[in-house]
């Protein structure tokens, strides 16, 4: 047989070979093409944003899932005295690997909102946009500047009184006495009407979303009127002003809620309790927002942090005591009725309109990290609680 023979007859044979592996590659192409490009997606960016595009773009079975990082389980925070307070959004400095968030550090909102109003949809963000969400339960214990009991109450001391005459305060009962009647009892109000809330609620968020909004369905307003409805439906006749007193000036803020709750008392000098709901602003020094929450009944709720200012010798406010009385039982009841649910009370010297009236609270639900859903569900939780307090005093 020829040379030339030869060499048909074996490229014939290596022809035929080949043919199944080359339709096999074909088949599989489809399918491992867009696995390696989300890929490496999940190697580079967000947990949260890869976890999206994973979800979004990528058949199922593709690609192994990825653990979670972020774990709903307690983690036990340090009690470490901070050596200054911030009235800034926090800046919290990262004491471990185990521990993302510093809570000495941590305080309210109060800054002015900066960034855009304008919530992009998630795959229109730029991948240098996203930052990453951490879901935390803070858990702190008693020692240096929190202080408590063993019946829920703890307070962070950011005052210039000592722990035993707070925790003397804090033992006594409050006089805040309602009337279940058809005059109004509680007003519900914001200072920072327009804060907001994760849009996503997928572990990622746009670093130029301002967490700023003047839709009352998704700020502060819509939190509020969950609590407002819920106590009118227990019986405890509630009013609530959506007086946006952040927009379109964020500076004064304070001064233009003042003058609303006057106005309120001198219509309805009834009002015996008055609440100040905000949200917080939570963030490790990676960048990553920390959302606050506890888990109820098997639900993401966001944690709550009271806040009892005090008068530290001006003498504008002698009813503060008062109103440090009524946070802590208010603090132990929500314990009482859901483990972990709070964050420390914030005892400290600031003016946040409560010499106004005595009963006068500003409450804290959630961080910018939270989803609105987490913040409307710990605020029920919250007016239920209120509900107890409220009518055991009678």
């Known amino acids: 047989m020829g040379r030339a023979v030869k060499k048909l007859i074996l490229s014939v044979v290596l022809t035929a070979l080949a043919l199944p592996t080359v339709k096999l590659f074909n088949s599989l192409l489809p399918s491992f093409l867009p696995g390696a490009i989300v890929f490496s997606a999940v190697v580079t960016m967000p947990d949260g944003a890869a976890a999206y595009l994973k979800n979004q773009y990528l058949p199922q079975g593709v690609l192994p899932s990825v653990p979670d990082e972020e774990s709903s389980a307690p983690e036990q925070e340090s009690s470490q005295e901070s050596s200054s307070e911030s009235s800034q959004e926090s800046s919290s400095q990262e004491p471990s690997q185990e521990s993302h968030y510093s809570p000495e550090e941590s305080s309210y909102d109060d800054t002015e909102p900066s960034g855009s109003d304008t919530i992009s949809p998630p795959d229109d963000i730029p991948v240098e946009r996203l930052g990453k969400i951490i879901k935390k339960q803070v858990q702190i214990g008693i020692g240096g500047i929190f202080i408590g009991d063993k019946n829920g109450l703890l307070i962070k001391n950011s005052s210039n009184y000592s722990k035993d005459r707070i925790l003397k305060e804090a033992a006594l009962p409050h006089n805040i006495k309602i009337n279940l009647s058809d005059e109004p009892q509680v007003l ?11 849009p996503y609620g997928a572990g990622f968020y746009d670093t130029d979303y301002s967490f ?3 839709d009352n369905s998704l700020n502060m307003v819509a939190v509020g009127d969950v609590i407002a409805q819920t106590l009118n439906e227990y019986g405890i006749s509630t009013l609530h002003s959506d007086t946006l007193h952040d927009n379109p000036l964020y500076n ?33 020094s990676s960048g990553a927002l920390v959302k606050p929450v506890v888990s ?11 806040i009892s200012t005090c008068d530290s010798g001006s003498g504008k406010d002698p009813s503060f005591f008062e109103n440090l009385r009524f946070a802590a039982e208010l603090q132990r009841t929500l314990e009482a009725d859901y483990p972990g649910i709070t964050r420390p009370t914030m005892f400290c010297d600031r003016n946040s309109n409560q010499e106004l009236s005595p009963g006068a609270l500003l409450i804290e639900i959630g961080a910018h990290g939270n989803t609105l859903d987490e913040a409307k569900r710990s605020a029920e939780l919250l007016a239920k609680t209120l509900v107890k307090v409220l009518k055991l005093s009678q």
């Open 252 to 284: 004064g803020a304070y001064s233009r809620s003042a003058q609303t709750i006057n106005a309120y008392l001198k219509e309805y000098p009834s009002i015996k309790v008055i609440l100040d709901v905000h949200r917080d602003a939570m963030q490790d």
């Open 188 to 198: 519900i109000y914001h200072t920072h009407a327009t804060e907001a809330f994760d």
């Open 296 to 306: 109820v009944n098997g639900e993401d709720v966001a944690q709550i942090m009271i």
């Open 212 to 214: 700023r909004s003047t």
